[in-house]
């Protein structure tokens, strides 16, 4: 470091430091579901049927929700949804399962839950994983109508996070 005479750091020097730190900090820290928020809506998944399509209809604000069958913490978010659906159907939520689509199926059965969409990865969890760049599950990133990320909860939402994604999955809000 360059010191005055005075004993005190230079100007420069702390602003070659702060701009370093802010270097670091950008291409150290994880984006949640910001690895290419414009490819996220139009990404190629597979359905029940193998078919490749497209992770967010298009047109219908959707929330996403990254999930695997082994997370205690997507089947505790699940239970929570079922109880606030009480038998509606949830045509806003697009399951995408780690392990593939048809492993969402009993996730969703257990809770009594219908009218979602199921989707897995299209080729390998790996690069699912790069895909989102999510740090686990469950993830839920929320779409607006024209594909764009509006909102995302790496997690276990808190209630009310639960309530706002919910109204989205009932088509009663179009974002959290």
Not at 119 to 127: K, N
Not at 129 to 150: H, K, M, Q, S
């Amino acid at each position: 470091m360059t010191r005055h005479r005075s004993g005190t750091v230079s100007l420069s020097t702390i602003v070659l430091l702060v701009v370093a730190f802010a270097c670091a900090a950008l291409l150290g820290g994880r984006v949640y579901a910001r690895s290419a928020p414009d490819r996220l809506a139009t990404a190629l998944v597979r359905d029940l049927g193998g078919q490749r399509v497209a992770l967010v209809p298009k047109g219908q604000p959707t929330v996403v929700m990254v999930s695997s069958r082994t997370c205690p913490w997507c089947k505790k978010a699940l239970a929570d949804f079922g109880r606030m659906a009480n038998g509606r159907p949830i045509p806003g939520l697009t399951l995408f399962t780690l392990e593939g689509a048809a492993d969402g199926v009993p996730m969703l059965e257990r809770e009594k839950l219908h009218g979602a969409r199921f989707v897995g990865p299209a080729g390998t969890r790996e690069e699912a994983e790069r895909l989102f760049t999510y740090p686990g599950t469950p993830t839920f990133i929320a779409f607006d109508r024209n594909g764009r990320v509006v909102h995302t909860i790496p997690g276990y939402p808190v209630q009310p996070e639960l309530a706002r994604l919910f109204a989205v999955m009932v088509r009663e809000a179009d974002v959290p």
